[in-house]
């Protein structure tokens, strides 16, 4: 029996196993966390692993790899299955059945990419799972095993037996170089068929590639605000963004996927685009509801035409006539094999839902966009009235649309008493999970160097309260704000390198922290920049340090009508906010504070807050932690004491503040000064006061199991 060696790497923060033996898999990687984060072991097959996605609707699960060596693929019939699955909503079968042949193998296998931001290193021992079932096997047999550097390790050596139901495989296998040294890593499911007649059924699932680290990330920006994820990315390594606050991802299914499957918490939606078919093949059956091949082969006539008698092409699609019964159903047929594929989600990204389409292009069939309006909303109704029947969740729910609400956010606003009626979306409601806004707060112009802020509405006229198409500014605050139990997605758009960028990317963050409830996500998107920001731009305004807010905002010299000064309190500061484009405000600074620059700003301080301006004043704590331990070698069975040290870097002093490290599992508590609570695998301090620039140890022991 050999003894496996754990490794404290100062340069990493974590420990490394040297040598494996017989003890099992701890996972490690500690490192100190505050309140409100969350960590999970790394798994680098997390993608693959739910076999609950089918995009190439193929019958083959995403993220797997799979090869024929003398088996005739169509002896071999891949499917999803729903009915038989080891977890989540389904598994991955492959079925052998034939009548004659030679000998030969099919192989399914997952790699681990070491091209990704967060990979193994060789050494790296990797705790190996995989559930499978299997049935049936007659001249045939199959076996499961890893394949690391050159070697083969066996977790199921070649059999033909039944697993009689479930069967959990695992083992732990470190990473090994091939004979070019390069890093190699993968699972295999193997069928070999013998000459003559075969069959047989496997179903996998779950796999799991489980690291000797942890990921760790706040479930919250030092403000609140959570971050949206979505195909706008273009680095679309999901590992790349594990330790930021992503709460939504939308339409990158691979991002989503394995986002998802290390923080639960974390919602993934399809993507489908609603009034349009979309020419891309890539989109047919998936984001396209329609299918553009047959649509404009079969019936040309569902395409919507312009005034001119011309289809209507808008962003890589052809609008088709939501107001026909076969349309509608079309959306709906296409939209469930879409959900059956893609895991039974609980939210469906629309983009483009376009309630405009009628003034924009006047089609003959929609003489005034009222009618248009009445064939979105009822396109709506059909399909969300047939997700509610036919997709139950166990709590009773259903899935419901998150549309793109850039055209008129003002179209699902409840009225205001005296004041204004309904808007038409608001029929739609029961079938709405939420509402993403893009160009929130301010949109970036095709123009280089052009943003708009749009205006924020006014109490009579064109742009008053009676009309949902206009007050940009005014009906995002009352989205955003009257519907709390649905997600709101933010997404400004901007160019940053425009000489007013600055001042206006800061109103719309302070927008975003004026509105934000439990259920909002905030992207800021540099509109036609996104190369110079491939893993996504995380502006500094973004983290400033104000804690939680209490309660809602207050406006001053004016109403949610016409607007004035917006005010809202943060457990460490204020935010201060005027959209209107015609008024200037005053402000008095409460108490001594700092602003966005970190400058002091005096208590009683008159500030000017000019048209189209988001100020923040703010003294809070920052907490920052370091980890080490005392000794750098720990065998199993051996104890090692870890050092937590303290510091208040910030502007104000902290009281009651918690300080946790998540214990990971193989290693054991032993003891701890001044005395920790455990709370589920988190070790928790709270200290009483921490004085700007005060310092502080913690001490705890763990033994190495």
């Known amino acids: 029996m050999r003894s496996a060696c754990w490794v404290w790497n100062a340069c990493e923060g974590r420990w490394t196993m040297v040598r494996q033996g017989v003890l099992g898999l701890a996972i490690v990687g500690l490192c100190a966390a505050l309140v409100g984060q969350q960590s999970a072991p790394l798994n680098f097959f997390a993608h693959a692993s739910s076999c609950e996605t089918d995009y190439g609707k193929d019958g083959f699960a995403d993220g797997w790899s799979r090869f024929h060596e003398g088996l005739a693929p169509e002896h071999t019939i891949l499917s999803l299955d729903s009915g038989i699955r080891f977890a989540g909503t389904a598994s991955q079968r492959v079925r052998l059945q034939r009548a004659s042949g030679g000998a030969g193998r099919f192989v399914i296998h997952e790699d681990v990419e070491f091209t990704a931001y967060l990979k193994p290193s060789v050494g790296e021992p990797l705790l190996v799972r995989l559930a499978l079932r299997a049935e049936g096997f007659q001249n045939a047999s199959y076996s499961v095993y890893a394949v690391t550097g050159a070697r083969r390790v066996d977790l199921l050596p070649n059999t033909s037996q039944d697993t009689d139901g479930w069967r959990q495989l695992s083992a732990v296998v470190p990473v090994e170089s091939d004979a070019n040294g390069a890093p190699r890593f993968s699972l295999r499911i193997e069928i070999r068929a013998n000459e003559g007649a075969a069959a047989g059924t496997l179903w996998i ?37 594990m330790e930021l606050p992503f709460g939504v991802v939308t339409g990158v299914q691979r991002m989503g996927e394995v986002l998802r499957h290390h923080y639960p918490d974390v919602i993934w939606m399809p993507y489908c685009f609603t009034p349009a078919t979309l020419v891309s093949a890539s989109a047919r059956h998936n984001g396209d509801l329609y299918n553009y091949d047959d649509v404009n082969a079969n019936h040309p006539d569902w395409f919507l035409l312009d005034r001119s008698g011309q ?18 159903e079309r959306a709906w047929q296409s939209l469930r094999d879409f959900l059956n594929r893609c895991g039974r989600p609980r939210y469906i990204y629309l ?82 999970g939420g509402f993403l806004v893009e160009h929130a707060f301010m949109r970036a112009l095709t123009e280089p160097g052009r943003v708009r802020i749009p205006s924020y509405g006014t109490a009579s006229g064109s742009n008053g309260p009676q009309q949902w198409v206009n007050g940009g500014i005014r009906n995002t605050v009352r989205l955003a704000t009257e519907y709390p139990d649905k997600l709101i ?9 425009a000489p007013d960028s600055p001042q206006k990317l800061r109103f719309a963050i302070a927008g975003c922290l004026i509105v934000q409830h439990d ?43 016409v607007g004035g000064l917006f005010i809202r309190e943060y ?54 932690i370091s980890l080490s331990p005392a000794q750098a070698n720990v065998l199993p069975g051996q104890t090692v004491e870890f050092t937590v040290r303290y510091r208040n870097t910030g502007t104000a002093a902290g009281t009651d503040v918690r300080i946790s490290v998540p214990l990971p599992d193989g290693m054991t508590l032993v003891s701890s000064s001044p005395t920790a609570r455990l709370e589920g695998r988190q070790l928790v301090w709270t200290v009483p006061s921490v004085p700007v620039n005060g310092e502080g140890t913690l001490r705890f022991t763990v033994r190495v199991e």
């Open 205 to 241: 699932d779950e796999a799991q590639a489980i690291s000797t680290r942890s990921v760790t990330r706040t479930n919250r920006l030092p403000n609140g605000l959570r971050l949206a994820l979505n195909f706008l990315y273009s680095n679309q390594d999901p590992y790349r963004y």
């Open 311 to 328: 289809r209507i092409f808008f962003d890589d699609s052809y609008y088709v006539d939501i107001g026909r019964q076969e349309v509608r």
């Open 351 to 432: 983009d483009n839902y376009d309630m405009r389409a009628g003034e924009r292009y006047a089609p003959p069939n929609y003489p005034t966009n009222d009618l248009w309006v009445q064939a979105i909303v009822g396109w709506t109704e059909y399909v969300g009235s047939r997700l509610r029947s036919e997709f139950r969740f166990s709590d009773g729910s259903y899935p419901r649309f998150v549309p793109n609400v850039a055209w008129a956010p003002g179209f699902w606003l409840r009225g205001i008493p005296g004041v204004s009626q309904d808007a038409p979306g608001v029929a739609t409601l029961p079938y709405m």
């Open 489 to 497: 997605i933010l997404i400004p758009t901007l160019w940053t390198n």
């Open 519 to 561: 259920n909002t996500f905030v992207h800021i998107d540099p509109r036609r920049e996104q190369d110079q920001y491939p893993d996504g731009y995380y502006p500094p305004e973004l983290f400033v340090p104000l804690g939680l807010p209490r309660g809602n905002f207050q406006i001053l010299n004016g109403d949610i009508i």
């Open 571 to 624: 457990q460490n500061g204020v935010v201060v906010w005027n959209p209107r484009h015609d008024a200037t405000y005053t402000y008095t600074v409460p108490r001594d504070y700092y602003d966005w620059d970190r400058n002091l700003v005096r208590a009683g301080t008159q500030v000017q807050v000019p048209p189209h301006t988001g100020l923040v004043f703010y003294a809070a704590p920052e907490i920052t």
